[in-house]
């Protein structure tokens, strides 16, 4: 059953935090789920939350994640303060990282998670400021 009217939930993320990686992701992920929103859609919103949130965690000092369902549609966006991205062009291209090696050792920091969240997107626009932190925001039709 898709909501009739909007669902918004939202959750602070703090960078650096691997222990609670993934768990706004998962519990946007769920919500979908109990509202019947089709598998494949889930998917889409739940990759492009994922690799959001991971950017934060990885790059920023803080941020939050939201997600607004309506019934046609889920738009997920993240605004962080961080130090932002000097070059958007570079770091849309897939396999570019600025993630240091400890990172790159625990798995993360590959390079593809703005290409992902693009993919994923049937929207897809990014703001970042140097110095001050980076907005995404994604919509995704069902």
Same mark, same amino acid.
């Given at each position: 059953?898709?909501?009739?009217?909007?669902?918004?939930?939202?959750?602070?993320?703090?960078?650096?935090? !691997? %222990?609670?990686?993934? %768990?706004?992701?998962?519990?946007?992920?769920?919500?979908?789920?109990?509202? @019947? /929103?089709?598998?494949?859609?889930?998917?889409?919103?739940?990759?492009?939350?994922?690799?959001?949130?991971?950017?934060?965690?990885?790059?920023?000092?803080?941020?939050?994640?939201?997600?607004? /369902?309506?019934?046609?549609?889920?738009?997920?966006?993240?605004?962080?303060?961080?130090?932002?991205?000097?070059?958007?062009?570079?770091?849309?291209?897939? @396999?570019?990282?600025?993630?240091?090696?400890?990172?790159? %050792?625990?798995? !993360?920091?590959?390079?593809?998670?703005?290409?992902?969240?693009?993919?994923?997107?049937? %929207?897809?626009?990014?703001?970042?400021?140097? @110095?001050?932190?980076?907005?995404?925001?994604?919509?995704?039709?069902?």
């Amino acid at each position: 059953m898709k909501p009739e009217t909007g669902i918004m939930i939202e959750f602070p993320l703090t960078g650096s935090d !691997f %222990e609670k990686a993934g %768990e706004a992701s998962s519990k946007i992920k769920r919500v979908l789920q109990q509202i @019947g /929103i089709r598998p494949e859609i889930i998917r889409r919103i739940a990759i492009s939350a994922y690799e959001a949130e991971l950017n934060v965690i990885i790059h920023a000092f803080r941020g939050v994640i939201r997600a607004n /369902i309506q019934p046609d549609c889920t738009t997920v966006s993240v605004e962080d303060e961080g130090p932002g991205i000097p070059n958007i062009e570079l770091a849309m291209k897939e @396999g570019y990282s600025t993630a240091p090696d400890h990172i790159r %050792e625990m798995g !993360f920091g590959a390079g593809m998670g703005l290409p992902n969240m693009a993919r994923c997107a049937d %929207e897809f626009s990014i703001q970042s400021k140097v @110095g001050e932190g980076t907005q995404i925001v994604m919509t995704i039709r069902h």
